[in-house]
Nanobody
Framework: QLQLVESGGGLVQSGGSLTLSCVAS????????IGWFRQAPGERREGVSY????????AYANSVLGRFTMSSDNAKNTVYLQMNNLEPEDTATYYC??????????????????WGQGTQVTVSS
């Protein structure tokens, strides 16, 4: 059974950077499509980026395009989300997710079967 654990969140000033990690256990991450999502209080969960199973071009939400970069290290079974030039609007709990059934990945949370517990990112103005 795949398990995902996110880390790397914290408090940062506007314009700062953070790198989130998502470590997988129980199965190889490159066997899944992987997505990063975020959810602010009172808001619906929003897709941030995703990559299809086996790698390939990464998709980004317009709100983070040019500021966030998703990458992976198969040897460490870990996916990263590098976040630069952070804005207060980026404040949210960030989750990584994995889908075995939807190979190409998606911004739609419903296609992902496995989720981490989330890591909080707070950006102060």
């Amino acid at each position: 059974q795949l398990q995902l654990v996110e880390s790397g969140g914290g408090l940062v000033q506007s314009g700062g950077s953070l790198t989130l990690s998502c470590v997988a256990s129980g199965s190889r991450l490159d066997s899944y499509a992987i997505g990063w999502f975020r959810q602010a209080p009172g808001e619906r969960r929003e897709g941030v980026s995703y990559i299809r199973r086996g790698g390939g071009p990464t998709a980004y939400a317009n709100s983070v395009l040019g500021r966030f970069t998703m990458s992976s290290d198969n040897a460490k079974n870990t996916v990263y989300l590098q976040m630069n030039n952070l804005e207060p609007e980026d404040t949210a709990t960030y989750y990584c997710a994995a889908s075995a059934s939807y190979d190409v990945g998606s911004f739609h949370a419903v296609v992902y079967e496995h989720w981490g517990q989330g890591t909080q990112v707070t950006v102060s103005s």
